[in-house]
């Protein structure tokens, strides 16, 4: 059964920093590209919007231009784990933020989302 599970999102003040953490399990990890997606909860129908990504191998990583040297992304392939750091947290940066693995052969997981919150 494929599970991506996040976590470490919660409250934190404008200027603060979170790390995301995605466990995953069920597939060859190491095979799959990552992502960070957000939505924001103002519109529950807008498409998410890709934050950060890392390929397979940590070859190559980009990001969304407004997170650019506030976040990174990393993965660890002997945890099957993804992390997303994000310093310098702006209140624009509310929103749900998901976890993804895509193959080239077009499959997809998605995580269940975990709320990151910035307010003073």
């Known amino acids: 059964q494929v599970q991506l599970v996040e976590s470490g999102g919660g409250l934190v003040q404008p200027g603060g920093s979170l790390r995301l953490s995605c466990a995953a399990s069920?597939?060859?990890?190491?095979?799959?590209?990552l992502g960070w997606y957000r939505q924001t909860p103002t519109n529950e129908r807008a498409e998410r919007e890709l934050?950060?990504?890392?390929?397979?191998?940590?070859?190559?990583?980009n990001f969304a231009d407004s997170v650019k040297g506030r976040f990174t992304i990393s993965r660890d392939d002997a945890k099957n784990t993804i992390y997303l750091q994000m310093t310098s947290l702006r209140p624009e940066d509310t929103a749900m933020y998901y976890c993804?693995?895509?193959?080239?052969?077009?499959?997809?997981?998605w995580g269940q989302g975990t709320q990151v919150t910035v307010s003073s």
């Open positions: 993804s693995a895509y193959h080239y052969d077009g499959t997809r997981y």
């Open positions: 934050v950060a990504a890392i390929g397979s191998e940590s070859a190559t990583t």
């Open positions: 069920g597939f060859t990890f190491r095979a799959y590209a």
